[in-house]
């Protein structure tokens, strides 16, 4: 469509066939491979029913608010403050990055005022030889921070049509700039001399991240510099490959360490062990290939997939990685970041590679291992989860983990380091804005199957407006009703996940039939119409090694859950461990760090029967459709529980965790006794992945 009025407009100026052949020409040499299911523009999906409520409660909470009061968000020096916490200065472009999606998503007008205010100020303030920020010298001016600051400007132009252009002309004028200074040997990309800004090397390992707005900018508004925003995106991975930084060598079967010890030989660079560059690096050849199209790309990410689904996924989703990955010890855990990251890099990689198993993927993370970090308010958060959690409080080592303190399983401000406080609001908004697909022959897909509405208009010129409601509990049930609007006939799909069982229909009678990518094809009407969708499932359990297990219901992860008690005190700081000023907390008190233990008496060393599982309903349940509570993520909220034959053994601590189940011997204490199982994300004390042991059905 862009080709067309170019060449209109050469033509109404009398130019020759040539120039417009040489138009055509460079638009063909320059284009991109389009994805398989391409997402909607931001604002196209709104949230409804209980992911309404979760967007509303991190509105109201912690994200919603930082800009008020966090240093390093609400002093950013990106808005003419004072403070960044370290010289990379992506601390507010993090923020941005996150908040934006939330403000057009949910609609909400005092945060869509939060991230105009500091759009408006950064393009207020661009410097006149197009940087983009505060920084004034090569030593300190670093592109990595850029790339998070440019992923937020192409949703706000996408969702803001009075600010398209603008943005749009200051992130050409930067383009323009940054490819000047990567042909003077990756400058800003790789430290040189006295440079500061990123002398660990954590933008070396996120060079592809620079490729989506880049790739944005170039197939929307190309403005004849398509041959710079190549070369600029070319240059960046150039760059990363001069450093060491190469994710095609790491995603082999031959490269990727199966598990990671101080001992493990390693000949590669730190940066691919890092759980949220993984989390990122993810992209990175997917990346590449729209550029190229280069078949291998393609098959690499699958690779990938693969790789980290047998090493180093969690039971909730999840990289298990503090700072570097390990193994696959529970009690290891995860940085919550790696979460909020996994969720966008699956929600990619399945726009372009389908693979059911990578959508519930998305899901699997989106509904356990990311909410289980956050509190069901909204304003504490961990820094590390484990999967093998029975307190969460200040541990007495932090022997357990790599480059993590030991307050890191506290749920609060910053119990660590501050990324994960200004990057984890992306996750939901980002979610929400990926659930909803065009697909290649002109329809719609609903890919995450959470309660949200989409309008867009379909087919080559957009004229078949359509508007779908997906009304569901899902997770929490496992009904969809859809509502649908349309202007002329359109196809529909449904994902269906692969733990749904053959008992699952259409309408209430029609088996479903997916596709490689498990889609479920709907031929649509035009005008109003309606279909449902009955997902069947059964408590299923996932097998570990030494004996052990795990045990999920639908797309939730289910955990023991333990009964506790909180202690709450003001916020420190991550570095000194001391009280944060006031001025950097939450003036009416709801920043504080918690501390969470069990009640006295509280069993949480079991070992369980997977061949024994009841599933409890409450009257909360319905048919799947009903209302649930509010906060959902909270203990005793999900309206489905299971009950889990047990028996109490003798399970050793180890640096003030449990130890890694099935490298002890388990000996049971006592009779067998029913135990209560929620889903993982409402219990914030847990036990996911257990010994197996026989017991008597009595």
Known sequence: MMLSRVSVALAALGLSQDVLSAASSDNNKYSLVQPLYKPLDLGSIKPLGWFKDQLQLEADGLGGNLFDFYRFVHDSRYIG???EYSALDEASPYWFNGLVPLAFGLGDERIRSQVQYYLDYVLDHQQEDGWLGFETTQASRGLWARCLLLLGMIQYAEADPMRTERIVDAMHRYTVLAHSMLKNNYTGLLVHGNDTFDTAGFGVGRTHEMHIPMQWLLERYPRN?????????????????????DWRTFWTEENYPKIYYETTPYNLSWVFIHGVNMAEGLRYPLSLYRNTNDSSLKSQSRLAVDLLAKYHRSLAGTIIADEYISDLNPS??????IAAEVMFSSAYLYQYLGGNDVADWAEQTAFNAFPVSVTPDWWSHQYVQQENQPWSRNLSTNDLWWDVNSYANVFGL??????????HPQAYPKFLANSFVSTEDGGLAHVFLIPSSASTGLGPDGSNIVLINANTTYPFGHNITYSISATVSFTFYVRIPEWAEK???????IPVSPNDSGLQKVDVPAGKSSLSVELAASPRVTHRANNTAAIYYGPLLYALAIEHDITSHEPINYRSQQPLPANTTDPLGRTQDFQLTPKNGTIWNIAIDPQQIEIVKTNKSNSGLGELDNPIWDLGAPPVELRVKAVEIDWPVVRDSPADPGTFEVTRKGEPFWTRFVPYGSSKLHMALLPVMGLDDA
């Not at 240059?235 to 930084?245: F, H």
């Open 225 to 245: 510099n398509s041959e710079i925003l190549w070369e600029t995106m070319q240059m960046m991975i150039d760059g990363g490959v001069v450093w060491g930084a």
């Open 503 to 509: 008992a699952s229909t259409i309408n209430g009678q």
């Open 332 to 337: 290891r855990g995860a940085e919550l970041c």
């Open 414 to 423: 910053e119990p660590n380091y501050p990324c994960c406080t200004v990057n």
């Open 81 to 83: 403050g004072s403070t």
